[in-house]
């Protein structure tokens, strides 16, 4: 009898402590996110520093990498410059090519349009693959409002399998004053119809506030479905629909909840490129080196 009872109250006693010991063992390790620092080159396209010595620029001032220009990198190539050039250039600064801009009408309704858009693209992204760049910014210029979500993911979809051929992956891009596709919500639509594992954001602080996206959408995100984010603020002494790219500012002088999408790309995990871009014309009247190290000070507080 009074073994028996020992073992029914070893039972209980293990029963008790049961529960605890099981949440302990299968508690989530909490995510962590690295974030690297890029100069997205338009912030000091108006000092016409030309594609090289912005580079060198974006190097001394501290960044991780770049995002280029298309039409600048083809623009160094007509003047007798070679991708040679500029992925030794990004080699000597210390420099990743995270990215691109470009503004190729894939999306097009208009078939021809969209077959043009298609092969400027594949045109574009083999360009980039040889100077080491494995994103290009992929927005829906060319779409006609409304864009049907399912046709943009074919399309979508389509643009990555290219991606995947050339090595140089497209992220979906949204414009906040681009009445076609201006919303976050656009975005997440057409990315989950393209059912694609491969299918990633771009999002932008100026053009979630212009279309009136708003910021909470982006906690529906997860994982590495972000890997490239811009970075930019604005006032408010412009109403939201008549702000232009030019009323963009530095991160932290203007009304963004920056902390607040910091600690949600935080808790996506992965890697994250903040890359700053801003078209602000009294930023190109300044000294590149000091515009391009502001920046990247100003970015790095918030992190």
């Known amino acids: 009898m009074t073994d028996r009872r020992k073992v029914l109250k070893s039972l209980a006693l293990g029963a008790a402590v049961m529960p605890l010991t099981t949440n302990i063992s299968h508690a989530k390790p909490k995510k962590t996110t690295n974030f690297l620092f890029s100069l997205n080159t338009s912030t000091i396209s108006g000092q016409n520093l030309g594609l090289l010595k912005t580079l060198e620029t974006a190097g001394k001032a501290g960044y991780d990498g770049v995002e280029v220009w298309i039409r600048d990198l083809e623009g160094f190539l007509e003047g007798g410059g070679t991708l040679q050039q500029v992925k030794q250039s990004l080699q000597d600064n210390k420099l990743q090519a995270f990215s691109a801009i470009g503004f190729a009408r894939w999306m097009a309704q208009n078939p ?21 760049c494995t994103r290009v910014a992929a927005p829906a210029i ?38 076609p596709f201006h919303h976050l919500s656009q975005a997440l639509a057409v990315a989950a119809a393209a059912n694609d594992p491969d299918a ?4 932008d602080i100026y053009h979630l506030y212009r279309g009136g996206s708003g910021f909470d959408g982006l906690k ?11 970075l930019n603020d604005y006032g408010t002494q412009i109403p939201r629909e008549e702000l232009e790219d030019k009323h963009r500012v530095y991160p932290g002088d203007g009304v963004a909840p920056i902390t607040e999408v910091m600690e949600t790309l935080s808790a996506m ?19 590149a080196d000091v515009v391009a190290s502001t920046g990247l000070a100003k970015m790095k507080a918030f992190v």
Not at 112 to 127: H, L, V
Not at 160 to 178: C, D, H, I, N, S
Not at 220 to 230: K, P, Q, Y
Request: proline share 5%.
């Open 112 to 132: 021809e349009t969209s077959k043009a858009g298609f092969e400027q693209m594949e045109r574009e992204m083999n360009m980039l693959a040889e100077i080491g």
């Open 142 to 179: 060319g779409a006609e409002a409304p864009v049907d979500p399912f046709f943009g993911g074919e399309k979508y979809a389509e643009l990555l399998e290219l991606g995947r051929k050339t090595g140089v992956m497209p992220q979906l891009e949204f414009w906040g004053a681009y009445e």
């Open 200 to 203: 990633r954001l771009l999002p």
């Open 220 to 230: 529906l995100i997860n994982g590495n479905a972000i890997e490239v984010f811009h």
């Open 269 to 287: 995990g992965g890697t994250k490129v903040l890359s700053l871009e801003l078209f602000n014309p009294s930023l190109w009247e300044m000294d």
